[in-house]
């Protein structure tokens, strides 16, 4: 039964990765036409016989090809930099890496096949526990089974239990995880009680495990081949008379591993890795690797660009925050003071993901920086940070931007808009949308800008959005929508700062419900209190 249902498994998981793209079948296919290769049915039988022979072999060839499709593509797709000499060995460049692994895998399948001889003589030895399975199996070449077959399926189920466990648990967990678990799930070699069972197959498996890992995997498929072919090479040697055709086959195997073992030490290593390209599958994992590394390093620096920290302001109240939709966002709004004692309030978004809008972000926030000050207004600085952008030279990107220019001792400020939402004043009983129309920066037809006055008097609160607020669609396309951010501020604007910005998110992650927002949401909220709230 648990073949059945490992054969179920293989099966769905070769489908799966199929379907996926991620699938490699070349060296599988190699390996099974080698495997059936060395099976053979068994003279004497009948014609019935005989064809069901055929259809083991058959059973046993599909199951090894998709058993080792399956384990080299999971493996191969655990890490960038993960390479197996099979593939040179394929193309015929087989050089001293090669070598090494096969010789380092001809060293361990000779000793595991010493290991395995002695485990079964334990299993002899010790009261109560005794062998299922003989420790050569006869004829040496079968219709379902042979050295080649069996260690190529064995390889395969280490390494595939590997790179099941890699993907998991952390590094140094999985392959004692693995091997663990191919014992109880697997275990070889059959022994009588399970407990002892489990057991030898832990000792084996894991030392397996462990040159798969030490090695890599042509290392381990040598050393499974050669586990099983040392064995019957010696005991067909003692019995030359009947077993010389058994014989020929283990003995000129082991012989040939060591001979392109010492075959490709003696080449050049250069020809070992020219010209071989992993699958596309590898080289498609490898570039989306590159992306996720890539965009991680943006979102740093774009989390860097934010305010490490909010102004402190007498009389006032300021809370902020940005949440990203992916790993690298356009919102941005900074926090700056002049020298005539102004506070001024910037908050903005750049069109698109990637370099180019970090570019622009960082672009925005620099000339904020230079350019806020020396008796300049909201509007004035818009139309230079507008200059600036297009002065980089044609780009797809443009951002938005509010700016507020804010005289603390008053509550008298001064707004300029360039196409970003515009702010929500709630002041008294009412919450009113400070409407200033502006195109965005950086691109389009050459415009100005224009400062609208408002005061902020005791009690009142502002509130700047992204877009990513009002647009924010539940399950069924719904968007959040304005009005609705009206009423959140109606019913909380005598709230503290902090508890505004949150009031906010709860009602914004209640409408989305399971739904992943699509573009980053930052809310900016300035608040003065009139001494009761």
């Known amino acids: 039964w648990r073949s059945l249902v490992a054969f179920g498994l293989i099966v769905v998981l070769f489908l799966g990765l199929l379907l996926k793209s991620r699938l490699s079948v070349i060296n599988g296919a190699l390996l099974a036409l080698a495997a059936l290769a060395s099976l053979r049915p068994i003279p004497d039988m009948t014609l019935a016989t005989r064809g069901s022979a055929l259809w083991a072999t058959g059973e046993t060839v599909v199951w090894l090809f998709l058993l080792w499709s399956s384990a080299e593509s999971m493996l191969r797709a655990t890490g960038p930099d993960f390479t197996t000499s099979l593939d040179a060995l394929r193309a015929g460049r087989l050089g001293p890496r090669g070598g090494r692994s096969l010789l380092l895998g001809f060293a361990c399948g000779t000793g595991l096949a010493g290991l395995r001889l002695g485990l079964f003589s334990l299993a002899e030895a010790l009261p109560g526990v005794w062998a299922e399975e003989p420790s050569v199996p006869l004829p040496v070449f079968g219709s379902y089974y042979s050295p080649v077959a069996d260690g190529i399926a064995l390889a395969a189920l280490v390494a595939l239990a590997l790179a099941f466990a890699l993907r998991v648990l952390p590094a140094r967990w999985a392959p004692v995880a693995s091997a663990l678990a191919l014992a109880i799930l697997l275990p070889h ?50 019995h030359l008379d009947w077993l010389e055709g058994g014989f020929a086959g283990t003995a000129g195997l082991c012989a040939a591993v060591v001979l392109l073992g010492f075959v490709g030490l003696s080449r050049s290593p250069a020809g070992e890795v020219e010209r071989l390209t992993p699958p596309a599958f590898v080289r498609h994992l490898d570039e989306e690797r590159r992306l996720r590394h890539e965009m991680t390093l943006l979102a740093r620096m774009q989390r860097g660009l934010l305010p490490r920290k909010l102004p402190q302001l007498a009389g006032y109240e300021i809370a902020a925050r940005s949440v990203l939709a992916s790993e690298a966002g356009g919102d941005l709004y900074d926090f700056l003071e002049d020298d005539e004692g102004h506070l001024w309030i910037a908050a903005g978004d750049v069109a698109g993901h990637g370099y180019s809008c970090a570019v622009t972000q960082a672009m925005t926030k ?17 139309q230079r940070i507008d200059q600036v952008l297009r002065a980089a030279g044609p780009t797809r990107t443009f951002a938005t931007l509010a700016l507020l220019r804010l005289r603390p001792e008053t509550g008298e400020a001064v707004l300029a808009n360039a196409g970003h939402p515009f702010p929500l004043l709630a002041a008294g009983d009412e919450v009113t949308e400070v409407a200033v129309p502006g195109l965005p920066l950086g691109k389009g037809p050459g415009r100005r800008y224009v400062d609208v006055p408002l005061v902020l008097p005791p009690g009142s609160a502002l509130v700047f959005f992204s877009d990513g607020l009002f647009e924010a669609a539940d399950a069924k396309g719904t968007a959040y929508g304005d009005e609705r951010a009206r009423k959140v501020l109606r019913r909380t604007a005598q709230r503290t700062a902090e508890r505004i910005l949150e009031a906010f998110f709860v009602d914004w992650r209640r409408h989305l419900r399971t739904t992943q927002a699509l573009d980053d949401t930052t809310l900016v909220v300035l608040k003065r209190p009139d001494g009761r709230s």
Request: hydrophobic content about 55%; overall charge positive; charged content about 5%.
């Open 366 to 382: 620099a000339a904020l920086a230079s350019l806020i000050g020396r008796l300049r207004t909201p509007a004035e600085i818009l």
């Open 189 to 238: 070699p059959q022994i009588h009680p399970y407990a002892a069972e489990v057991a030898a197959s832990a000792v084996l498996v894991g030392v397996l495990t462990w040159v798969c890992q030490r090695h890599g995997l042509t290392a381990l498929l040598t050393a499974t081949i050669v586990s099983f072919s040392a064995p019957l090479a010696l005991f067909s040697f003692q």
